[in-house]
């Protein structure tokens, strides 16, 4: 049966691998099931042995708690500017840089590569200590800008709009040159328009890690109401309220489904982001 | 001037207009970095150089205002982490974390890669879906979620274990079961990454070596391992390193998952001991522990490369 691995295979012959990964499948997304039913089910039915799967009776008591007793509705505020003012300061800044290092030539152009480059391999671990002492003598630790300011951008943004900007035709930019358009014009109207994907992708990656960041805004967030939703929840789930599971898994589900619906409606965009990232 | 062919365009141009045109671009190079060149000095490059400075100091939280009115204390802070019986224990532990979750997180990854490249076909991007939600969600969040699967008595975990006769144990209570139960969340939450990229790898497998050796009478278990996995080198070295340079700073699963550290600190990472000694106020320490963490990273990275580049 020479060549035969190569047909197409049926859905009769291929029944056993299609049950496996409906299986594995299944236990992969079984969490985010147990918590979403978990969120409505009140507290005394999360402890009930054996535990029961569909909640008896839907309760929103979770729900109300976390949002008028908690100030869950300010934490998700913050969350959310601190992840849209980080994404678009580094769509524009690592565009721009993109462009620079990408398309045009100057002196001093390899250097300031290697030195973006080197930084990328510098885990974040290692500034973290220096960064705090910086951003608290700067005063940016009393407001959201010091959950925002030390992020507006990034070497790895940089390197991934360079990659997108060396495929573009350079002739493009020669032809408005002659036009006598200026560089940065050129940039902002010739270059800019045709990045979207790049920015897509870019912009998915640089919303989704601010918005999941937990260790940075845990040790600058001084005041409760600098709280973002992972400090909140974390903080939470490791004091009083350790055993209030409804109340969790509410909180769980307030962090977890905003992103999960983003994902759904952008996944073919960010799924082509994350295999460029790898190949390139 | 673009008509013309490229190497007498560049002659054809005077070279008084040419200098001008470099100038010019590079007067917008430097004018378009400004705002990233700006903040990319004072908050990545500046604390790179700082922070090899307090590693070698005795700073605390005490000196936060005047953070270079400090003592130079050599390496007495690595001696320190080295006879630290605590910090010794967080090594290990991570150690533990890498060694066992960085495999199980190649072969999970690599298994439902292949398994979505010639099995499935219509549903491929369904499945694909699926298993990559973990990696986009928070791990606080995660965490909190699987701390109440793993719960002894009302959790998911136990009851499904029950079924079949067993009882399971206080997964994150348990000296011997708090690491695995975070590994396993860790690999379940992080191979949708690595299956992605094994995904693109293995389009890049060209079909023509296979069918050779499918012709020459290699099965699909040889064919794996003599084709598929050579061809995707590469690929597995890539996964490796980025994924090996996240497990040794894993930090969110026991902070959340264990309360910082576990039982008898059984799931004490390196780098939540780091924390710990930044809250307690000891900068200078942290800053030479977080040194030796990056000293572990950068060695085993160069490692990895040695080993999976080199071709027979």
Redesign the interface.
């Known amino acids: 049966m020479?060549?035969?691995?190569?047909a197409?295979?049926t859905l009769r012959r291929?029944w056993w691998?299609?049950l496996?990964?409906s299986v594995?499948?299944l236990l992969?997304?079984?969490?985010?099931v147990?918590?979403v039913l978990?969120s409505v089910k009140s507290n005394g039915e999360?402890?009930?042995?054996?535990?029961t799967w569909l909640p008896e009776q839907v309760t929103w008591e979770n729900y109300s708690q976390l949002l008028s007793g908690l100030n869950f509705g300010t934490y998700f505020l913050n969350s959310t500017i601190v992840a849209v003012v980080v994404t678009a300061g580094n769509l524009?800044?690592?565009s721009?840089?993109g462009?620079?290092l990408g398309m045009?030539?100057?002196?001093g152009?390899n250097a300031?590569f290697a030195?973006?480059m080197g930084?990328l391999?510098?885990?974040?671990?290692?500034?973290?200590?220096?960064?705090?002492?910086?951003v608290?003598?700067a005063g940016l630790a009393n407001n959201l800008l010091g959950l925002i300011?030390?992020f507006?951008?990034s070497?790895f943004g940089?390197f991934l709009m360079r990659q997108f900007v060396l495929r573009l035709p350079p002739?493009l930019v020669?032809?408005a040159?002659?036009d006598g358009a200026?560089?940065?014009r050129i940039?902002a109207q010739v270059i800019l328009p045709l990045l979207g994907p790049a920015l897509a992708t870019l912009g998915i990656l640089t919303f989704?890690s601010s918005?999941?960041n937990?260790?940075w805004p845990l040790?600058v967030a001084q005041r409760e109401e600098m709280y973002t939703?992972?400090v909140a929840?974390?903080l939470y789930?490791?004091g009083q309220n350790v055993t209030d599971?409804g109340f969790?898994?509410a909180?769980?589900t307030l962090?977890?489904v905003p992103?999960?619906v983003i994902?759904?409606i952008f996944?073919?965009r960010f799924?082509e982001g994350?295999?460029t990232t790898?190949?390139k | 001037?673009?008509a013309t062919p490229a190497p007498p365009r560049r002659a054809a141009v005077p070279a008084r207009r040419r200098s001008a045109?470099?100038t010019?671009?590079?007067?917008?190079?430097?004018?378009?970095?400004i705002?990233?060149l700006l903040?990319?000095l004072?908050?990545?490059?500046?604390?790179?150089f700082?922070?090899v400075f307090?590693a070698f100091t005795d700073a605390t939280r005490r000196d936060?205002?005047s953070?270079f009115a400090v003592d130079f204390v050599g390496l007495e802070n690595f001696a320190q982490a080295l006879a630290d019986e605590r910090f010794r224990k967080a090594a290990a532990n991570t150690f533990y974390f890498v060694l066992v979750g960085l495999p199980l997180t190649l072969v999970v990854a690599l298994a439902?890669a292949v398994?979505?490249n010639?099995?499935?076909?219509r549903?491929r991007?369904f499945?694909?879906?699926?298993?990559?939600?973990?990696v986009?969600?928070?791990?606080?969040?995660?965490?909190?979620?699987?701390?109440?699967?793993l719960h002894p008595?009302?959790?998911?975990v136990n009851?499904v274990l029950?079924w079949v006769g067993i009882t399971g144990p206080n997964w994150l209570g348990s000296t011997t079961w708090a690491m695995p139960s975070l590994i396993a969340m860790a690999v379940?939450r992080n191979f949708g990454?690595a299956m992605?990229?094994f995904?693109?790898?293995l389009q890049?497998v060209p079909?023509s070596l296979?069918?050779a050796a499918?012709?020459d009478g290699a099965n699909?278990w040889q064919?794996f391992w003599s084709i598929t996995v050579p061809q995707l080198r590469p690929?597995i070295l890539?996964?490796s390193v980025t994924t090996m340079?996240g497990y040794l700073?894993f930090?969110?699963e026991p902070?959340?998952m264990t309360?910082?550290g576990g039982p008898l600190s059984s799931t004490l990472s390196a780098?939540l001991f780091?924390?710990e000694e930044?809250?307690f106020g000891n900068?200078g320490y942290?800053?030479a522990i977080?040194?030796l963490?990056?000293v572990v990273?950068?060695a085993v990275t160069v490692l990895q490369f040695r080993l999976l580049r080199e071709r027979d």
């Not at chain 2, 008595?153 to 998911?156: K, R």
Request: charged share 10%.
């Open positions: 020479a060549g035969s691995w190569n197409e295979p291929r691998l299609y496996i990964m594995a499948l992969v997304v079984t969490p985010f147990w918590m978990g999360l402890r009930s042995v054996p535990p524009l800044f690592c721009m840089v462009y620079v045009l030539e100057f002196r152009k300031l030195v973006i930084t391999m510098i885990p974040g671990l290692v500034t973290f200590v220096p960064l705090f002492v910086l608290v003598n300011v030390p507006l951008v070497p940089v002739d020669q032809a040159r002659v200026g560089e940065i940039f989704l918005w999941n937990f260790l040790v939703l992972p929840l974390a789930s490791t599971y969790l898994l909180g769980a962090v977890v992103v999960l994902f759904m996944q073919r799924i994350i295999a790898g190949i | 001037m673009s045109g470099r010019r671009q590079a007067r917008a190079a430097w004018l378009l970095s705002p990233f903040l990319f004072v908050f990545t490059a500046w604390p790179v700082q922070s307090l936060l205002r953070p439902a398994a979505l010639k099995g499935i076909g549903l991007s499945f694909r879906l699926g298993f990559y939600a973990p986009i969600t928070s791990i606080v969040a995660v965490a909190v979620v699987w701390r109440f699967l008595d009302y959790g998911l009851e029950s379940w990454t992605i990229i995904l693109a790898g890049g079909a296979q069918e499918a012709l699909a064919r690929t890539f996964i340079i700073q930090f969110e902070f959340v309360d910082g780098s780091t924390y930044f809250s900068y942290a800053s977080s040194y963490i990056f990273i950068a």
